[in-house]
């Protein structure tokens, strides 16, 4: 499923699109204030890529990691 991620990354498709699993689309809302004339649908589907992507490293069981320190380990 690596390879899914990357052509999803690629084609501007989601996994969950790609893949034909449920979407994270149908449960996102999104509640943005769009400054310096931002364009709120790239916006969301940029979102959305970060938020399929977490799906998916969750489903995988990768957890997800908060470096702190200044990002020292």
């Given at each position: ?25 149908e ?15 790239s916006?969301?589907?940029?979102l ?6 977490d799906?998916?490293?969750?489903g ?11 990002g020292?380990?």
């Amino acid at each position: 499923m690596p390879e899914l991620v990357a052509i999803a990354w690629a084609t501007g498709a989601t996994v969950a699109e790609l893949a034909g699993t449920g979407t994270v689309a149908e449960r996102v809302e999104c509640a943005a204030r769009a400054t310096n004339h931002a364009d709120m649908d790239s916006m969301r589907e940029a979102l959305l890529h970060f938020l399929d992507l977490d799906d998916y490293l969750s489903g995988q069981a990768i957890p997800a990691t908060v470096l702190s320190g200044g990002g020292k380990r």
